[in-house]
């Protein structure tokens, strides 16, 4: 599951609780107490909450469904029969998760001889079967349940990655959207399997399985494992029988229905051999698969070379599906991703998903091949998938992109922190298992494997990695299991790594100063950590310092332990730069005091992105020549992202040397390869310059480029400086479907636009999803703002619809939202009307036609208002899904 994809809107972040599971033993989820806390006065001792692995009674050996569809109703119509044997006791019953079924049957055997019909309790969310005689370890049974799933009765909640949990997904059902494909998909992860088929829904349970889909003959299906047949029925129907020998854990069981076109790829393995790679998308993007998906083998060989580990699968698919309820999902052998990654050529040009698709891959290692035993230790599945966008940036990329993106995963950490509280990284005592999909174990722990690769080096981390792959491959396991891997390839013990950073929550937050005495030739470093240490820990950290004299460097280590740390080195002269973290590694909160001239030496000579990107933060204001020469400098720089973020740090530049900065600009914007950097380069030329004879042929030339992103620049450049004519060109784009120009038309229209330019709103915002749908919506509700009140009335319909639709819950959100700004709008109309009454009463120019006229306009807001007012409570009282409850404007 990818952490991209974590929804994070301009609103804070809680998580909900959602039913016990009844697993595999009487009291479900177990709530274990470990350590007696200090009781109170008179109150009774209490112990705090433990969520353990699943206890495991039966041991699930295979798993054989056949299915067929109601796709009038959102039904499954199955047939599942489970292979078991006794885990470690003798048994006499079988517990199985088995969410809003309908269950027909249940009978001892597997369907091949005479059948047995068993004694069972439903629930409604546990199927509880009573076996005909006891059995023991080693000793196999099967069962067999005839049931119908309906996964529109399910009640459970879904996370910050998993926006919905109802397991199955009917998409356009009934195909009342012509423009939607028709379309059903599954979503495990974490216990939403067992709403399309009895299973022990547990992460440490693994099973090998087998799956008959019966459909139209039209449609495409997809499942785990191979192929291996496909039969032809006599009602026009066709039956796929997909298998895989291996075992995994049910939450990656999958299945995906609908009329897609397979492009066909491959992977060569080290014996020669060929394994099938295959894309499954819409006939539309079917041209462009290759070029979305084309590094997919690369990655593969990568990953196998680096880990030391060959991909373990039989076959790798990826799947685009539409209105997916995550960023994409690592099922094994087959990858589900949402229909953001749909691009054509030419969209590729400005951003790809490589980074996504390199996170699921490489679950196939971690996660799928070995699984967190339970959902405390999820971050052994993420961190490491995390982790595999910074290991495929820095072989693709470089490391320079590697680093820019690391940044990102960390700022992403602190936000999640800050929204939703610092949590340890395996925790035991979450209110919720979808507590864990969050920024601590998808980015703090990518941050957190990349210091241990630092401080370890690259051949000892992937010996280590390699070992543990190898000797836990097709088993569940915890975070001891790893440290202990790391610590058999290091020779050292790692306590002190593991307790700090996955053991513990927090992070290191630190003052860095420094001081030189030209008597002692001394250079003194002082590195204090300033956490809070009632709730987080004393930090030991291994930390280099480049010391930069005359043009030379040396890298000292040093260990911070203490809360108070001083290292003195020998300089003959005082260091030019003292470089603190030189490999920009640590995760941690710094305030680095040190003058402007060891910033300036930093940005012009320190190698990494970090170095330039703190660099520029401390002198992108500075009006010292210097600091000036260094920005400029750095426009030249190799890296696309050090000279965007020169570009950004202009401001006192382009003060004091405007002319120089514009020519400099225009003619960087002549040979400049990156599109990111010449759609920057125009928005900074349009939004500081006035010289339209000059820049007028700058935004026209931009409009005929390649890449969309210089397009929609150059578009919203030229409308803000043409009036009219802009918005005349504004116009000449509405059809394009990229969504970066139609979300620059949005935002020309909502500044400049007239009543005329409304139907551009009504008629395309439908064909947004995700992100794009909720930024174009608030382009118009900025439009609507700026327009008379009939027409701003006209966006209530708008968005009470999108409220009414069965989209993704965020983007329903904005629907109540946006319609709750129109109600406090036309509220602050009567109110504006009201004092513009006043005043022209006050002064004696209000006539009696212009009295009854805005009289009427100010009746006409207050009847909006009231409209609205009546429609959100009417909506409100009938919203179920908790998330919008939870962000629902008062």
Partial sequence: MNSKFLV?????WSMFSCNPRKGSVDSGDVKVDVTTTEPEKNEPAVQPVYNPSETRVNDLLHTKLKVSFDWANRQLIGVATLTLTPYARPVDSLILDAKAMDINSVTLGDGTSKMKDLDYKYDGWSLRIKLPKQYVRGEEYSVTIRYIANPEEVEQQGSAAIVEAKGLYFINHDGSNPKKHMEIWTQGETESSSTWFPTIDSPNEKTTEEIYITVKDKYTTLSNGLLMDSKQNNDGTRT??????????????????????????????????????????????????????????????????????EYPW?????????????GAMENT??????????????????????????HELFHHWFGDLVTCESWANLPLNESFANYSQYLWDEYEYGRMEADMNAYEEMDGYFLSAQQGGHVDMIRFDYESKEDMFDGHSYNKGGRILHMLRTYLGDEIFFRALKNYLQENAYTSTEIHELRMQFEKASGEDLNWFFNQWFLASGHPVVSINQSYDEISQELVVSISQKQDLEEWPLYQLPIDIDIYINGKVRRERVWVKDEINEFSFKADRAPDLVNVDATKTTLWKKTDIKDTEQWIYQLNNAPLWLDKKEAFDKIEKSNNPDAMDAVMKSLNHDFYDVRLMAINSLDATLKNRPEEVKKALISMLAKEKHP????????????????????????????????????????????????????????????????????????????????????????????????????????????????????????????????????????????????????????????????????????GSLSETDKIELDKAKQFCLSQKSQISGKLETLKSKEKDPNILQYMPK
């Fill in 240 to 309: 796929d029988h997909w298998k895989l020998d291996q075992p995994h854990a049910p939450y990656l069981f999958m299945m995906a229905v609908g009329e897609f076109e397979v492009v066909k790829d491959e992977w060569t393995r080290s014996d020669s051999s060929t394994m099938e790679v295959n894309y499954y998308v819409e006939e539309k993007y079917a041209p462009y698969a290759k070029d979305i998906f084309g590094k997919t083998p690369k990655m593969i060989g990568y990953f196998s070379d680096l880990l030391g580990v």
């Fill in 314 to 326: 039989p076959k790798y698919s990826q799947i685009v599906v539409r209105d997916y309820v995550s």
């Fill in 676 to 843: 990111a950097v010449r759609a920057e380069i125009i928005e900074f030329l349009g939004k500081n310059y006035q010289d339209l004879s000059q820049l007028n042929p700058i935004f026209e030339k931009g409009l005929k480029d390649e890449s969309l992103q210089v397009v929609a620049a150059s578009l919203k450049a030229y409308a803000k400086h043409n009036g009219e004519k802009g918005l005349a060109k504004a116009k000449t784009y509405e059809s394009e479907e990229s969504a970066k120009v139609q979300l620059a038309v949005a935002d020309i229209y909502a500044n400049y636009g007239t009543p005329a330019e409304k139907d551009f709103f009504t008629q395309n915002y439908g064909e947004m999803s995700g992100f794009n749908k909720f930024t174009f919506l608030s382009h118009y509700f900025t439009f609507l703002k700026n327009q008379d009140d009939k027409t701003t009335a006209e966006g209530i319909k708008v968005f009470v619809n999108v409220i009414e639709s069965d989209g993704l819950w965020y983007e329903r959100l904005a629907g109540y939202q946006l319609l709750n700004g129109l109600q406090g709008h036309f509220e602050k109309r009567a109110n504006q009307i009201d004092n513009e009454m006043a005043s022209l009463e006050k002064d």
């Fill in 8 to 12: 994070v809107i301009a609103i804070g």
């Fill in 333 to 358: 052998t087959a990858t589900i991703h949402g229909d953001f990654l749909y691009k054509t050529k030419r969209e590729l040009i400005d951003d790809n998903n490589e980074s996504i698709i390199a």
